[in-house]
């Protein structure tokens, strides 16, 4: 016989709630207007346009380094320095573009150094940062929300000490095609956030590294006292968050072409944070839901495109944005998925016990 | 004697997806009385609790007090209505003082402020009704568990309650701490006050209880009458087996020229243990007794290097064992069950599969994982072995009962095929049955060649089952007995007088 299905398990699960929250709001702007989902294709770029792209595209940054901060916080750490890194990876990038802007004083077509460095080197320099934070958190036992906080407050002065305080802009073009290139006609963020979404989620679900960071991250001491290296776990994980924020750190500087240490990652951290948990994985850390984190990011973008396309004013988006995230976190709290598991069940008892009679 | 009661539950029913975890149970309590709850893990003794607390609601069945019908509908409430608990674990907060935890919640005002005078004389005053003149202003983790626990009862007592549920207080307390909790409930059962004592310590039943009930698989076995019944036929009762047929074990059988699994030669680790020796051959057991914090626990550590230590040196199976983690221990054939098994041990949140497949799957390193199916195979062949209570292997850890959680370490540990098993206290906190059938197990490993390391606080159960017994005193090796010759009462002695009596043993 076929299995029943139980429709209290799915309502019990924080995902589908996110699926929920998200369907919500893109109803809302089904009926406000019905244009919001269309979608163009532009034959001089070779690629599609329209608002659910946008959103997908636009939401690249988040959705990379929230891959990371998914696994952070089922160890039941926190990173704040990913936005500060965001900056670092850009500021290197441009560094080595227009490395001596006294004698490449125009930005142009070209790069000083040999393209390979410009890729390679802000990913490595991330990476070491987030070595450094999992060597606090890891071998000092430092708190991670007070070790990552001091290269989230350090980080943007590294990056401004780099560029000597400087904004370079740079119009190579192999380097635009980061952020702004396209690939089977979607933008180029859109494919490098599904290879990323897609080797980390191989990565923790097909070895047994996501059982391992659930383990430490429910009970260190018992991981450990079962043979699990619990430090060198917390080290990959805090490094793969900073080389994961060094990718969006490129995309964000390719957009615009330039590196903004001020600007460039501003919030990230806030916002990695906010999509995992809207994704339905618990700040306590423990079990952790890759595919949630993604919808997260996506729920949050498309709040701020809805804000933008609807012309709300800009100063009401913080609010607004606030407030939708308000309601989709109350929807997934315990005591409402409760509520509508216990609703969801009673009803089907109702229905098959009614086919019985 | 009149039927006075005070409470009366009757032929309750709940239902759990899947179980009945109660069966038109009967409980009755009258005013000052002790009445014990007895039964195995998942009797369903904490399910009938919780029914009367208002943590789970009852499918079935009534519940009066004083006459009155009543319908808990949350701990909140049942306090409300006189109702109080202190659970096994202590659920205070330990970074605030005595007086705060007995008040939190409900603290006497003044002028709109916390009235904190009268908020300690009255805490002062409390303590001193439990026989105890401690400063409560003190943060409640500087004490003892015992006065945690006492604290704890106090704050129970102190809101008015007529019924007082005490869970499994005793399992961390010593014997004067025990006397004196017995005291206590003397004087509250004086007062007229209901208690219900939940416990696993048989003579602390047959020291304290008036009346006591069975239960056994969500079933009532029977009240009883402290004085009609024998501590035989209350076990019988509760594991619906005979006593017999449970301890029916036999010693390891060491062959005399079986070549040593482990020696330890003067290890030690500063504020752990100075200086200790073991030796352990093939296929014994060696038991480890003496008091808690007498520095067995930390040995144990020591050997598995959850706690490194610092000097002298190790052979494991004939090599210089290097054992600085875990990790090194585990990759050298040495498995540790710890004494927490809840804090140290189970990984809640995940599956009986997940946990099982641990120790293994760290074995070989996250980038070689076992297939689900090989996990699966592995949980399968453990559960069934163990005898583990479980629907599934995909039920997580924290659900199950102590000695199923119990089994499912065990399994983990056994998954690896050690050569040296260690057991802190592995049979604490559960019940008669599963403290049996893991004993059979520890003994079954040995017969297929496991060394055991077997640390326990219960002399009878060291006794029964090992070849030697070590006995640990002020973190000191002070004795080593023979299993087949050693008694309760020798130990006894060595552990109160130390190494004096021990000379001519070792």
């Known amino acids: ?6 429709f209290s398990v799915l309502a019990r699960s924080k995902v589908t709630w996110a699926v929920v929250a998200e369907a919500l709001i893109l109803l809302v702007c089904l009926f406000v207007r019905p244009d919001f989902f269309s979608i163009s294709y532009q034959p001089t770029t070779e690629m599609l346009y329209g608002n659910l792209i946008d959103i997908v595209n636009r939401s690249s940054e988040i959705t990379i380094i929230a891959m990371g901060m998914t696994l952070v916080i089922a160890l039941g750490g926190t990173d704040l320095s990913v936005g500060a890194l965001v900056a670092v990876s850009g500021a290197i990038a441009l560094k080595f573009l227009r490395w001596d802007v006294t004698i490449y004083n125009t930005p142009g077509d070209y790069t000083v150094y040999p393209f390979i460095l410009v890729l390679v ?24 929300i007070i070790a990552t906080l001091i290269l989230m407050v350090c980080g943007r002065g590294i990056a401004q000490i780099l560029t000597n305080g400087k904004q370079f802009t740079t119009q190579y073009s192999p380097f635009r095609v980061i952020g702004q290139g396209s690939f089977l006609f979607l ?20 070895t047994a590294f996501g059982t391992f960071v659930e383990a430490v991250g429910i009970n260190r001491k018992a991981a450990r006292l079962s043979g699990i290296n619990a430090q060198l776990i917390i080290f990959i994980v805090y490094a793969l968050t900073g080389f994961l924020s060094g990718i969006s750190g490129m995309i964000y500087s390719s957009r615009i072409m330039s590196n903004d240490s001020n600007n460039a990652g501003l919030n990230f951290e806030m916002d990695a944070i906010l999509a995992v948990v809207i994704g339905g994985t618990s700040m306590t850390g423990g079990k952790f839901s890759l595919l949630g984190t993604v919808l997260g990011s996506i729920i949050i973008r498309t709040i701020v495109n809805l804000v933008y396309y609807f012309g709300i004013a800009s100063e009401a988006t913080m609010a607004f944005k606030a407030v939708i995230i308000a309601v ?3 929807l997934q709290s315990e005591p409402v998925r409760n509520y509508f598991a216990k609703h969801s069940k009673a009803r089907q008892n109702l229905v098959s016990g009614g086919a019985r009679g | 004697m009149p039927e006075n009661n005070l409470l009366e539950m009757k032929q309750i029913e709940i239902q759990f997806p899947g179980v009945k975890a109660l069966d038109k149970v009967d409980f009755s309590l009258r005013a000052g009385e002790i009445h014990s709850l007895l039964g195995e893990n998942g009797a369903g003794k904490s399910t009938l609790i919780k029914c009367l607390t208002g943590v789970n609601r009852k499918d079935a069945g009534t519940i009066t007090l004083e006459g009155k019908e009543i319908q808990p509908q949350s701990p909140q409430n049942a306090m409300e209505l006189g109702i109080s608990t202190v659970y096994q674990e202590v659920n205070l907060c330990p ?12 603290q006497p005002m003044r002028r709109g402020q916390i009235d904190w005078r009268t908020i300690n004389r009255r805490a002062k005053e409390l303590m001193a009704r439990f026989h105890l003149d401690i400063d409560v202003s003190r943060p409640l983790s500087y004490y003892s568990t015992a006065i945690q626990q006492m604290v704890a009862i106090a704050r129970a007592v102190d809101v008015q309650a007529k019924i007082l549920i005490l869970d499994e207080p005793t399992s961390s307390l010593d014997d004067n701490e025990v006397q004196l909790l017995f005291d206590v409930m003397n004087e509250l059962k004086a007062e007229g006050m209901g208690i219900i004592f939940i416990t696993h310590f048989l003579d602390q039943v047959f020291a304290v209880s008036d009346r006591l009930t069975i239960l056994r698989n969500g079933h009532l076995v029977g009240t009883f009458g402290i004085h009609d019944i024998t501590k035989v036929e209350l076990v019988t009762q509760m594991v619906g087996k005979d006593m017999d047929t449970i301890f029916n074990l036999k010693r390891a059988s060491v062959a005399p020229d079986a070549p040593y699994m482990l020696t330890a030669k003067h ?4 504020g752990q243990v100075d200086d200790i020796s073991i030796t352990l051959k093939k296929g014994e057991l060696i038991g480890f007794a003496g008091l808690l914090g007498s520095g067995r626990t930390e040995t144990a550590e020591m050997l598995f290097g959850a706690n490194r230590f610092t000097s002298g040196e190790m052979e494991l199976d004939g090599k210089k064992a290097e054992v600085k983690k875990p990790y090194d221990a585990l990759m050298q054939g040495m498995a540790f069950c710890p004494e927490d098994r809840k804090r140290d041990g189970i990984i809640g949140d995940l599956s009986i599969r997940e946990n099982i497949a641990l120790a293994v799957q760290a074995r070989r390193g996250f980038l070689h994982p076992l297939s689900v199916k090989e996990q699966n195979k592995l949980a399968d062949k453990y559960i069934q072995a163990l005898g583990i209570a479980t629907p599934d292997a995909e039920k997580k850890i924290g659900e199950l009962s102590g000695g199923n959680q119990q089994k499912v370490i065990l399994a983990r540990w056994m998954a690896t095929d050690p050569k ?3 057991l802190d206290e592995p049979t604490r906190g559960i019940d008669i049955g599963a403290k049996a059938e893991i004993q059979r197990l520890m003994l079954e490993m040995c017969g297929d060649g496991v060394s055991v390391i077997f640390i326990s606080s219960e002399l009878d159960e060291i006794i029964r089952c090992s070849n030697r017994v070590i006995v640990m005193r002020d973190r000191e090796k002070v004795a080593e ?25 070792a």
């Open chain 1, 1 to 6: 016989m076929k299995k029943k299905f139980d």
């Open chain 1, 121 to 144: 080197v802000p990913l490595a320099v991330c990476t070491l940062m987030g070595l450094f934070n999992g060597f606090l958190i890891a071998k000092a036992d430092i708190q991670p």
């Open chain 1, 187 to 206: 933008p180029m963020p859109i494919i490098i956030t599904a290879i990323v979404v897609a080797a980390v989620a191989l990565f923790v679900r097909k």
């Open chain 1, 328 to 330: 989709v976190i109350v």
């Open chain 2, 95 to 106: 970074n605030l003082t005595v007086a705060e935890n007995i008040f939190v919640g409900r």
């Open chain 2, 267 to 270: 290890i030690g680790a500063p």
């Open chain 2, 420 to 422: 040296v098993l260690i």
């Open chain 2, 481 to 505: 007995l023979d299993g087949d010759t050693c008694t309760q009462e020798k130990i006894l002695s060595i552990i109160a007088e130390g190494s004096a009596a021990a000379g001519g043993e």
